[in-house]
């Protein structure tokens, strides 16, 4: 059974699906491991260092392949050359991507999206989601630290004391509680929101203040944040306001799954900080929680220099790939049958497990998850 790694086609994408330090693992599960030259460069990772690690360089690497791991799903016309019943397991973001669901359909592929692994416990080891938003939260502390021309901890010298800067971070998801603790490292004065119930307490585990808006929290399936009504919008947004004016750094991270990004912060807000300050919108791609961020921009609205976040875990290319590796590894792990088997080392995903059934898109010439087949059929 050959497992290959492709070379990401897409401008700006700098991660890849495998390091060297994992292979092993794949071989040790009885793969062959072929990864397209190259595949590893903008995570300065050299062809020999996967060679070294007991994998085959092949430019041909995804021909006969049994599954191909990638980060962003393959281009359509790398679909067409796959052999039918492969597997392709990657990020795929269905709503977004028709085409490339119908040609994983029409190439009778068996693909499975990353990031529909159900959050469950015995899946966190699967879950790319998180390992991403992980890196994603961090740059994010640190893009706004880059950006101030100020401190973020307090300075008590002989010179006089520079006091910190006061930093608010919106959405305290997997995101939001990683720049929180992260601003919190580099010292600054940390204050955030999120509309789950839970989100108050985990924010003041990382030694922030959560601030209350005494408004409804707003949970929905699965402990998700729910779509906000447009006077709760309102509600929301008139009380954040004064936060806003007094941060000299606003980091938003909110996001509703399946939705666009809720916009929480208007250009009016924005214009009420006071000059320096910064704005970093990790959901700029997403829709946006600032208005007027741009994704893969910085502009100016009012005093603010507002910077948009496109790819951000690609930013930290090394780290983010290493731990999506690790999160391929796992679920190539529950797809192959045990060392007992009579056909070990066997891709056999088994459609009776939860993790295998809800991450899948397409199986068997057909499209496979319910809501995107009601979408594209
Ligand atoms: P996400 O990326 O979907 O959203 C980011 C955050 O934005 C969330 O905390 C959400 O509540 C918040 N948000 C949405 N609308 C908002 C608004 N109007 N104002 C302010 N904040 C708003 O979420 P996520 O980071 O992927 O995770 C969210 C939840 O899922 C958390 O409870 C997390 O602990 C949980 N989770 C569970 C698992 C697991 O069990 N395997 C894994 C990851 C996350």
Redesign the pocket.
């Known amino acids: 059974m050959k497992i290959a790694v492709a070379r990401e086609t897409r401008a700006g994408e700098m991660r890849v699906a495998m390091v060297p330090e994992l292979v092993a693992k794949l071989t040790g599960l009885g793969y062959e491991v072929a990864v397209e030259p190259g595949a590893g460069r903008h995570a300065l990772i050299a062809d020999e260092e996967y060679a070294e690690a007991g994998a085959v360089l092949d430019d041909g690497a995804l021909d006969g392949a049994d599954a191909v791991v990638s980060v962003q799903p393959l281009a359509t016309d790398r679909i067409g050359a796959l052999k039918a019943g492969a597997a392709t397991i990657s990020f795929l973001p269905t709503g977004q991507e028709p085409e490339v669901v119908a040609a994983l359909r029409d190439a009778r592929v068996t693909s499975f999206a990353m990031e529909l692994v159900p959050?469950?416990?015995r899946?966190?080891s699967m879950?790319a989601?998180?390992s991403q938003?992980l890196v994603s939260g961090y740059r994010c502390a640190i893009v706004a630290a880059g950006m101030l021309r100020r401190f973020f901890p307090l300075n008590m010298t002989a010179a006089g004391t520079v006091p910190p800067a006061q930093v608010v971070v919106?959405?305290?998801?997997?995101?939001?509680l990683q720049a929180i603790a992260t601003a919190k490292r580099l010292g600054a004065v940390v204050k955030a929101?999120?509309?789950?119930a839970?989100?108050a307490e985990e924010i003041r585990s990382m030694g922030a203040q959560a601030i209350d808006l005494e408004l409804d929290t707003?949970e929905g399936a699965g402990?998700?944040?729910r779509e906000?009504t447009e006077e709760r919008a309102a509600l929301?947004m008139e009380r954040l306001t004064p936060y806003i004016a007094d941060a000299d750094a606003l980091i938003t991270?909110?996001?509703?799954?399946g939705r666009k990004a809720?916009l929480?912060v208007t250009s009016a807000m924005v214009e009420q900080m006071s000059p320096g300050s910064v704005v970093v919108d990790l959901a700029a791609e997403t829709g946006g929680n600032v208005e007027g961020a741009v994704a893969g921009e910085t502009v100016r609205i009012g005093n603010a220099q507002v910077w948009g976040g496109q790819n951000v875990p690609s930013q930290m290319p090394g780290p983010a790939s290493r731990l999506y590796a690790q999160n391929i590894v796992n679920i190539v792990t529950l797809m192959t049958r045990a060392a007992t088997d009579e056909e070990a080392g066997a891709f056999a995903p088994d459609f009776e497990d939860e993790i295998v059934t809800g991450s899948c898109v397409t199986h068997d010439g057909a499209i496979h998850h319910e809501p995107t087949r009601a979408a594209l059929e």
């Open positions: 959050r469950i416990s899946a966190q879950d989601l998180s938003a919106l959405g305290a998801g997997v995101a939001g929101y999120d509309v789950r839970a989100a707003l402990g998700y944040a906000m929301q991270t909110a996001a509703v799954p809720p929480l």
